[in-house]
């Protein structure tokens, strides 16, 4: 039974036949003949606002041949205190995979293990892996292969998206930086996670700046975006942290892609955000506009990249 969890428990074979087949999907929209959920039910089962994630699965299991049931937790039994191990089991007797976004990293995988169908993490507060699958194939698709390539996440360093980032960076052997402010980097833990998910060392010492070489986390945004071959940020305040969005606001400002950050990155670097974005916070208008082709093409890679997980969870 396979499950997409995490970039942190993906294999990079798998990873990488997930990113092959997401150029064919592509291609091959509406001319596919291969119905792989053809006779399925999925279940989304959301417990956050969505709107790219949710119809990208929608549509992408749709047009696999499957039928979808979107269902919040607060229409389910869920939302009253059903524990998650017992609506797995009894969805697990009806449903034939589910793609779950919620807050808590451990509920993704419990339902995993209950449920006993394929289940997908569609974001937690740890991590958002079709997103990440999404933005490398993106990536690959203007630029060529990303291993060696420099990343540079700018922004809110602790939350989903710089983790998801780090096990990919890690596992794909491209150079990952975030700047971010010191309270606002990812904790030890997840360098030691990383380190025991790819078996290379990840921490060399504390402080605002911290390398390996593959992965460097830095205060110094300017330090960080100079030659980026890509320079990607997402929101200050993510889902959840709504009571934090004063102090977040404050501690971030500064940390923004705009126009003098993007002189110091490689000339035809790219500029992404996996949306949806606060312009003037973590972008200012002009960058967002003057590159919303990728950032739009980044939000409509969602499709193709979702559905190449999902034709390899049920291959
Ligand atoms: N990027 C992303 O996951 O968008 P949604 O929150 O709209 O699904
Ligand atoms: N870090 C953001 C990602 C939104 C797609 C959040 O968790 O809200």
């Not at 417990?47 to 039928?67: C, D, P």
């Not at 710089?162 to 990812?186: G, N, T, V």
């Not at 929101?235 to 923004?256: C, F, H, N, P, T």
Request: proline share 3%; with cysteine.
């Amino acid at each position: 039974m396979k499950h997409l969890l995490s970039l942190e428990k993906l294999a990079r074979s798998d990873m990488e036949r997930i990113l092959a087949d997401a150029v064919v999907f592509k291609k091959e929209r509406n001319r596919h003949g291969k119905l792989p959920l053809a006779g399925q039910t999925w279940a989304l089962i959301f417990n956050k606002s969505s709107t790219r994630t949710r119809v990208s699965f929608e549509v992408g299991i749709r047009e696999l041949g499957g039928q979808v049931l979107f269902l919040t937790a607060n229409d389910i039994q869920i939302g009253r205190g059903e524990p998650i191990k017992d609506t797995a089991r009894v969805l697990g007797r009806m449903i034939h995979g589910a793609v779950i976004r919620t807050y808590a990293q451990r509920d993704v995988e419990e339902f995993a293990q209950y449920s006993g169908v394929p289940t997908v993490n569609a974001l937690t507060d740890d991590e958002h892996p079709c997103q990440v699958l999404s933005d490398i194939f993106t990536f690959q698709e203007k630029r060529g292969p990303i291993q060696s390539k420099v990343v540079t996440f700018i922004g809110d360093g602790a939350c989903n998206m710089p983790i998801s980032w780090m096990f990919a960076a890690a596992k794909l052997e491209f150079e990952l930086r975030i700047a971010a402010p010191e309270h606002y980097q990812p904790s030890r833990e997840w360098f030691d996670r990383v380190t025991k998910a790819t078996d290379r060392p990840c921490l060399l010492e504390g402080g605002s700046h911290r390398s390996n070489g593959r992965i460097v986390v830095t205060d110094d945004l300017r330090k960080a975006a100079t030659g980026a071959d890509l320079l990607y940020t997402d929101v200050w305040v993510s889902m959840g942290k709504e009571a934090e969005a004063a102090e977040r606001i404050k501690a971030l400002s500064g940390y923004q892609i705009n126009r003098a950050l993007v002189k110091l990155a490689k000339p035809n670097a790219l500029i992404m955000h996996c949306l949806p974005a606060y312009r003037g916070k973590e972008i200012d208008e002009d960058t967002f506009e003057a590159n919303a082709q990728t950032i739009f093409d980044q939000a409509e890679n969602r499709l193709h990249a979702q559905k190449s997980i999902l034709s390899w969870l049920v291959s």
